[in-house]
């Protein structure tokens, strides 16, 4: 791996492991990790069904405490970190699922204002950062409309902007473009990236989708619990 810039630092990783179960049923699922991710970067990885790239993802996005080896996100070491530390950190990174994780009995802006509530604003001042990153992500004409009046890459855009509306140090997006056609999962991520590059974040995408590699700034494989840095983008396709 590269060496990091540390000023612009967001997730430096040195020998991660991580298991799951304990005693005889302890399985190893990551295996000395090193992975670093600085601000305004836009990463993808890849990697078979299996390979803990979702359990590397909660890991980086606090969803879970870290076991073995060094993770630091924004300053903050995460391995034996506290329920609480982990809980502050969240508020400062951005999470976007495959499957929208929309309130359907929310409207698009409340979905996204809830998240901007999270933070000491007014509710007023929710409400017109709500409006304004929908309409960022082109869902001007749709702000009033519940999950079940969206198409698919609607709601995902919807998400996106849930995610950013807060302007987070960090993106993690997992899939963001299954159960998308071609063009609306490509309108997809240029969205995440061209936000994210807007608001100085660092993005990591995990993805089995080869139509975006071209995206990315950095692409990375996760097989069998080992990662490791793709420089020769046609073999990402393999």
Request: net charge neutral.
């Amino acid at each position: 791996m590269e060496p990091m810039d540390e000023i612009n630092e967001i997730v430096a990783i040195r020998r991660l492991n991580h298991y799951y179960g304990t005693g005889a049923l302890r399985k190893q699922i990551l295996f000395d990790i090193n992975f670093h991710l600085t601000a305004g970067e836009v990463v993808l990885m890849k990697g078979p069904s299996g390979s803990g790239k979702t359990t590397l993802l909660t890991l980086m996005g606090a969803l879970r405490s870290a076991q073995e080896g060094q993770l630091r996100v924004l300053g903050q070491e995460l391995v034996s970190a506290s329920k609480g530390e982990l809980v502050r950190l969240r508020r400062n990174i951005g999470y976007i699922f495959q499957g929208h994780n929309l309130l359907n009995s929310l409207t698009a802006r409340q979905n996204v204002q809830m998240a901007a509530e999270l933070h000491p604003v007014s509710h007023r001042q929710a409400q017109a950062q709500a409006a304004a990153i929908l309409t960022a992500v082109g869902l001007a004409d749709h702000i009033d409309y519940y999950p079940s009046q969206m198409s698919g890459g609607q709601k995902q855009r919807v998400a996106i902007a849930r995610a950013l509306v807060s302007h987070p140090k960090m993106i993690l997006a997992d899939e963001p473009t299954a159960a998308l056609d071609g063009q609306s999962g490509r309108a997809v991520v240029e969205l995440i990236q061209q936000l994210a590059k807007d608001q100085g974040c660092a993005s990591l995408i995990v993805t089995h989708d080869n139509r975006i590699l071209d995206i990315a700034d950095r692409l990375v494989h996760l097989e069998d619990g080992h990662l490791k840095e793709v420089r020769d983008r046609a073999h990402a396709t393999t």
